[in-house]
């Protein structure tokens, strides 16, 4: 439990406390049994109910426990400043008024201390002072009330004492400041950062490690933080010591004392070391109430240095229950998948269902972001029994892996005149996807993507691409497999010969003529161009044989001979009646 949940939890009440025993161990039983009760100040932010009331520390506590408010610190008179500050609210909960005495409540066994609020435009240091006292079965009440109402000008004994919370502002807590020197990282070298904390108040720094917003997800290869060190101050713990762990997903708890403070270490970048920006983050927290977003939080951004980050291409599979689920890429070719995760259901109502682009692995969003961000990660279109074709906007959230897509759009009806919709790349350049539709005369059709993310308004008007598409019972496109960087399209006749056809990134004639590629792919029931599953930057594509074995054909990038011997990937996909 942190600091702070610890803190929380003795300001809660009597509920337990009052019946908590004492130390056990042979010849501590005096102890035990000895009733004593302890204080903690609190910081609080505006606009929060802290519960005021002493800890149980030790014995078994039986009677009443007195607890006495004031804007004072309890040190002059009996009733000197009894009430709490203009604006505040007191709540006695399981607790009763004492009769005839201001701000003085009386809490029994298994009750809860008085709640007091503070208004959210309290001044800041606006101050709360109690004081308490313990009066046990069958002592004297009135004594009690006395003890606790000037407890501030006695001696702090066992059985009473007082407490205060001070309320403080946001424009308070940000006077806790973090400073970042954060040079940037090249491959297989070393370098040193340092932070700079000025703690105005004690209180508790977070670290961690993230990419930062937008960035590509995906492995990174930075070791540390190493050689960690702290000045004087700073008290902190690591999740962990091993340097070889990837910086992100490290965390670091301090608890800081008032002043200044550093903390240094050292990140070491492997050879393969990729562009991307870093974050260190920090939430510095100065309150006793409340949750952590009441922290101050900061960031400083170092970048890695080298090549691009090359994005994680994955498959999605529908089985006949409607469930879909998540094949995440791995870069290697002999498993160039990570196990499944279900992703979603309610798709089993779908006669057609397609990516416009090959399905990249997510960029790094702490709030969800949808695919207008970044064009051509696998947007999805979905045809329905009645002919209506919906729209499903890839989405990235920290959450991504339940939620990849957003809430579907209606983009229109009729789409029933069509035996086969496939997605098609941004096939004409202009940074929207397209797709292709086929009609039942064998006329092959394409609609332009708009990139509007306001309405169903997804498609341009169709443009007719040519007939004697019918003689074709497979196609399969969205990436580039040519290595031109034009959307291309392979296509299978019905005697299993798989052609190519490669795009020319125009609108009008999206295709040069055919490229024959090879014979004997009738064998396979799904067919997905899958993007670069190997991480070579070449496109590959996936194929499922009958038996329900799927296959890689690894890219090459050339347009004659665009596939590698096929490797097996694994079996028992004929689970699925969609891959895409």
Not at 542 to 551: F, H
Request: charged share 20%; net charge positive; proline share 4%.
């Amino acid at each position: 439990m942190s600091k702070r949940m610890r803190r929380a939890a003795a300001m809660t009440g009597a509920v337990g406390l009052l019946a908590v025993a004492g130390v056990a161990g042979a010849g501590a039983s005096a102890a035990a049994d000895e009733v004593r009760f302890s204080t903690q100040d609190m910081a609080i932010p505006p606009g929060t109910n802290p519960r005021l009331g002493p800890r149980l520390e030790s014995g078994t506590a039986d009677g009443r426990i007195v607890i006495a408010l004031s804007t004072r610190p309890l040190t002059g008179p009996a009733g000197d400043g009894a009430g709490v500050p203009k604006g505040f609210a007191v709540d006695p909960l399981d607790c009763t008024e004492a009769p005839g005495v201001a701000a003085v409540y009386l809490c029994g066994n298994g009750g809860l201390f008085p709640q007091v609020t503070s208004p959210v435009n309290a001044p800041n240091l606006t101050t709360v002072h109690w004081g308490f006292a313990y009066v046990p079965r069958g002592g004297s009440l009135a004594a009690g009330i006395e003890a606790a109402r000037t407890a501030g000008a006695r001696p702090a004994d066992a059985t009473h004492g007082t407490g205060k919370v001070v309320v403080k502002t946001a424009a308070h807590a940000a006077l806790n400041t973090v400073g970042y020197e954060l040079p940037d990282l090249s491959p297989g070298r070393t370098v040193h950062h340092r932070l700079r904390i000025h703690s105005n108040d004690a209180g508790r720094l977070r670290l961690g490690f993230r990419s930062a917003e937008g960035q590509e997800s995906g492995p990174v290869a930075i070791g540390g933080p190493a050689n960690f060190a702290t000045s004087s101050g700073l008290s902190c713990r690591l999740d962990h010591n091993d340097v070889a762990k990837s910086l992100l997903g490290t965390f670091v708890w301090c608890d800081a004392e008032a002043g200044d403070h550093t903390i240094d270490y050292d990140v070491t970048a492997h050879a393969d070391l990729r562009a991307r920006k870093v974050d260190v983050w920090t939430a510095y927290g100065i309150y006793d109430w409340g949750g952590l977003e009441y922290d101050v939080t900061r960031t400083g951004t170092f970048a890695t240095l080298g090549p691009a980050v090359r994005p994680r291409h994955f498959l999605l599979a529908r089985n006949s229950s409607g469930s879909l689920f998540r094949y995440s890429g791995t870069g290697v070719a002999t498993t160039p998948f990570v196990s499944r995760a279900e992703t979603g259901n309610g798709w089993q109502g779908y006669t057609a269902i397609t990516a416009l682009s090959s399905l990249k692995n997510d960029p790094v969003y702490r709030d969800v972001k949808p695919s207008a961000v970044t064009r051509g990660r696998g947007d999805t279109v979905a045809r329905d029994s009645s002919g209506t074709l919906w729209y499903y906007d890839r989405q990235f959230v920290s959450d991504q892996f339940n939620y990849p897509f957003a809430s579907r759009v209606r983009v229109g009806t009729g789409w029933n005149v069509y035996d086969r919709i496939d997605g098609a790349g941004d096939i004409d350049q202009d940074g929207y996807v397209d797709l292709l539709a086929r009609d039942k005369a064998g006329v092959l059709w394409l609609y332009k993507g708009t990139g509007r993310l306001v309405d169903g308004n997804r498609f341009q008007t169709r443009v007719r691409i040519g007939a004697g598409w019918g003689a074709y019972d497979r196609l399969a496109g969205g990436a580039d497999l040519t290595g031109d960087g034009r959307a291309d399209l392979l296509a299978r006749d019905k005697a299993g010969v798989l052609w190519l056809y490669k795009g020319t990134g125009g609108g009008t004639t999206p295709y040069t003529t055919r490229i024959r590629i090879g014979a004997g792919w009738n064998g396979y029931d799904q067919l997905v161009v899958a993007g670069d599953l190997t991480d070579d930057s070449r496109a590959d594509a996936v194929a499922r044989d009958r038996a329900g074995v799927l296959w890689l054909y690894n890219g090459t990038g050339k347009t004659t001979g665009p596939f590698t011997g096929r490797t097996r990937i694994g079996a028992a996909w004929g689970a699925y009646d969609r891959l895409f």
